[in-house]
């Protein structure tokens, strides 16, 4: 009688697993995925985004339609809130914005007000090495020259990456800088600054070397230091801003150059089944061999650096982890 019953029960947790196994790989079917950039078309963001979009749909069951759209404001912060506070948590919808985002309610709680950790992780296309540079013609050619001559430096926002490491120029490396923020994205950063009504820009190697590859090849750019603790292999004579931190701000710059380490990572909103988010982490795996989305991330000389979702939920429970005393020096850093 025993052995009946234990029989019947494994037919019966067979059957519930299989038809737990067939609703979700039929979720999917008829669907949208929605990709969102948090910036506007051109830069780095909105690439990837598209590129994920060319080819992500392949590997979901069901093959959902795949729709990528902009949704701009304050650096990003405006999709990062949409996320954390609005967007369907059914699996439908996941989003790119500024990775400096993923430590900034660690650093202004009072502003940024979700839990990064919280959020869904799918996975990272690429790494992201911060470098703060100055238009050639203003003929500086060193961050040193900063400590007696300003310039103008334009950011999104006031919570992103662009703003944290132009800040970090100023309180770590002791640079004279007006930041002017509220730019829609890179792009019009970019253009400000070809207009000259900007000097510079604290953005993406990766972006700048693949959507902006003219300023590279001409040289129309002076690179003055990389907001990193290990330089990009490109840039070996470019200085590190961890070298201008004493002894006790090395933590405090590591916790702010942490997010770079997970660059350019798509997420989706808290609370997404278990059962969809392996899915969407297994297609994203996928994706980023997939021959259209490295022949669209080849031609516009974008790196492809993956980090997992299980990784990047394993650095954020690092990073908010540090010490109070870290945290709080982090903070006024980038006052």
């Known amino acids: 009688m025993l052995k009946h019953l234990k029989t019947l029960c494994l037919i019966l947790l067979c059957a519930l697993s299989s038809t737990s196994y067939a609703q979700t790989n039929d979720f999917y079917k008829g669907k949208t995925l ?8 051109g830069g780095g963001y909105d690439a990837y985004a598209r590129a994920l979009g060319s080819a992500i749909g392949r590997y979901i ?32 919808t996941i989003g790119i914005f500024d990775n400096g985002l ?21 996975g990272s296309a690429a790494k ?30 006031i919570d992103d990456i662009r703003y944290m490491s132009t800040a ?17 994205g890179s792009t019009d950063i970019r253009l400000a600054i070809e207009r000259h009504e900007l ?8 972006s700048v070397k693949s959507t902006k590859a003219e300023w590279v090849n001409d040289k129309k750019i002076n690179i003055l230091v990389q907001m990193v603790v290990n330089g990009h292999p490109d840039l070996p004579q470019v200085p590190k801003i961890i070298d201008f931190a004493d002894e006790k701000m090395k933590n405090a710059v590591s916790l702010l150059v942490s997010s770079g380490e997970a660059g350019r990572s798509f997420v989706g909103p808290p609370n997404i089944p278990k ?9 994203f795996n996928q994706s980023i061999k997939d021959k259209d989305f490295l022949e669209l991330t080849s031609k516009a000389h974008l790196d492809v650096e993956p980090m997992s979702g299980e990784d990047i939920e394993k650095l954020l429970d690092r990073v908010y982890k540090m010490s109070a005393q870290d945290i709080t020096l982090a903070r006024k850093l980038i006052e």
């Open 34 to 41: 929605e990709i969102i950039a948090g910036f506007s078309p």
């Open 61 to 92: 069951p069901g093959n959902p339609s795949i729709v990528v759209r902009n949704l701009t404001g304050a650096g990003s912060l405006r999709l990062a809130l949409y996320l954390a506070e609005a967007a369907p948590q059914d699996g439908t």
């Open 102 to 122: 993923m430590i900034a309610p660690l650093l202004k709680p009072d502003l940024v007000k979700f839990d990064a950790s919280k959020l869904s992780w799918i």
């Open 128 to 157: 992201d090495t911060q470098v703060c540079m100055v238009w050639k013609e203003l003929g500086i050619a060193s961050i040193n020259e900063l400590k007696t001559r300003e310039v103008t430096i334009g950011v999104t926002g």
């Open 168 to 184: 970090m120029m100023r309180s770590v490396a002791g640079s004279k800088i007006k930041i002017v923020p509220g730019y829609p």
């Open 199 to 206: 000097d510079g820009v604290c953005d993406s190697w990766q």
């Open 275 to 283: 059962d969809r988010l392996k899915i969407l982490r297994e297609a």
